[in-house]
């Protein structure tokens, strides 16, 4: 699988908290949620491959790859505990690898 990097917003410090959208959704739903949450956390909101600001990024063909691409995003920002918010339709993506 030949990943790509993904935009990922990264603002405030802390406890990493890790905001993903659902499918056919963006990073830029969370804006009040990372406005709010960025004064007692790390917030850091990927747009999936082919959404949002990542939309010039191959888009994923499955739930896995989706999952895989937040791993990856997380593994080279060197978190290894966060904590996850996502909508609910979100839900399947995070928990297939997480």
């Known amino acids: 699988m030949n990943m ?3 935009f990922t917003e990264d603002v405030g410090s802390g406890i990493p908290l890790v905001l ?3 499918f ?3 990073s830029e739903m969370w804006k009040l949620q990372i406005d709010f949450f960025k004064e007692n956390y790390r917030v850091i909101a ?10 010039k990024v191959n888009p994923c ?4 790859c989706m999952a895989k691409s ?3 995003t997380l593994e ?3 978190n290894r505990t966060f ?9 399947y993506d995070c928990a297939r690898n997480g």
């Open 70 to 72: 937040i791993l990856i």
């Open 76 to 78: 080279k920002k060197k």
């Open 24 to 26: 056919l959704g963006s």
């Open 46 to 55: 990927p747009a999936l491959p082919g959404f949002g600001k990542s939309n």
């Open 83 to 91: 904590l996850f918010i996502r909508p609910l339709h979100g839900r």
């Open 20 to 22: 993903v959208h659902g």
């Open 4 to 6: 790509q990097d993904i």
């Open 61 to 64: 063909n499955s739930i896995e």
